[in-house]
């Protein structure tokens, strides 16, 4: 079986801080990690996406993820946060070839990101 | 302007009542998904089809059904809603269900369904 955990519910910075938002994953099979954004009353965006081309991946709004094996992690960052990065983030996995997922994914708890001025 | 569209965007609903909620994709995906929000949660998988004509379930399938009867469409019944169905749905789409999972899923704006 597969899980993904998003060690942080929230996390406030301020406007032109960095933003780290920490996911890990525990999974028997080489995962394709992702990271979705949810603004408001909106559904789910693609940020970036991880399926073992690069291990840090690069993604849009200016955010990158690193795939760490050996830590079982996929953090998202990005090195100055903007008032319009306030939103929910979701830490996504999803079994490889070697598994049976069928197109399933198995989401993270979601973590908010409050900006302040 | 191509996507998922949703609807109805928010429904109040008695306890009991037979409701549909309806998911249109102009994409031509093979996979559809229907996914329930809720807070704490994260989304959980209800139902799943990976190529018209086919539906499969998902983590938590009981007091839903499914049909694919076309690419396009795939609409989500509660055939006696309860209470613990409200929620937020939302339909997603991804152009192949079962490929190791690269590819994009896309989502609709979601579903809001209270249940009294």
């Known amino acids: 079986a597969q899980s993904v955990t998003q060690l942080d519910s929230h996390v406030s910075v301020s406007e032109g801080t960095p933003v780290l938002l920490r996911c890990n994953y525990s999974?028997?099979?080489?995962?394709?990690l992702f990271w979705y954004v949810q603004h408001p009353n909106k559904g789910l965006q693609l940020l970036l996406k991880?399926?073992?081309?690069?291990?840090l991946v690069k993604g849009i709004n200016g955010f990158e993820a690193e795939f760490k094996k050996s830590e079982t992690s996929f953090h998202l960052t990005k090195p100055s946060a903007h008032m319009s990065d306030a939103a929910e983030y979701f830490c996504?996995?999803?079994?490889?070839?070697?598994?049976?997922?069928?197109?399933?994914?198995?989401f993270g708890q979601g973590t908010i990101l409050t900006v302040h001025p | 302007i191509a996507g998922i569209t949703q609807a109805p965007t928010s429904q109040i609903l008695a306890a009991g009542r037979r409701m549909t909620l309806r998911c249109t994709q102009d994409?031509?995906?093979?996979?559809m998904y229907w996914y329930r929000q809720d807070l704490g949660l994260g989304l959980r998988l209800i139902h799943y089809?990976?190529?018209?004509?086919?539906?499969g379930k998902g983590e938590v399938p009981d007091g839903y059904s499914v049909s694919r009867a076309n690419t396009d469409d795939f609409p989500l019944t509660l055939a006696s809603a309860v209470p613990s169905q409200t929620s937020v749905y939302f339909c997603?789409?991804?152009?192949?269900?079962?490929?190791?999972?690269?590819?994009?899923?896309?989502f609709g704006e979601g579903s809001r369904l209270t249940v009294l």
């Open positions: 997603a789409s991804k152009r192949d269900g079962t490929s190791p999972n690269t590819g994009e899923l896309f």
């Open positions: 999974s028997s099979y080489s995962p394709s």
């Open positions: 991880y399926t073992s081309a690069a291990t």
């Open positions: 996504v996995g999803s079994v490889g070839a070697g598994g049976t997922s069928y197109g399933k994914l198995t």
């Open positions: 994409m031509r995906h093979n996979a």
């Open positions: 089809s990976n190529t018209a004509g086919t539906t």
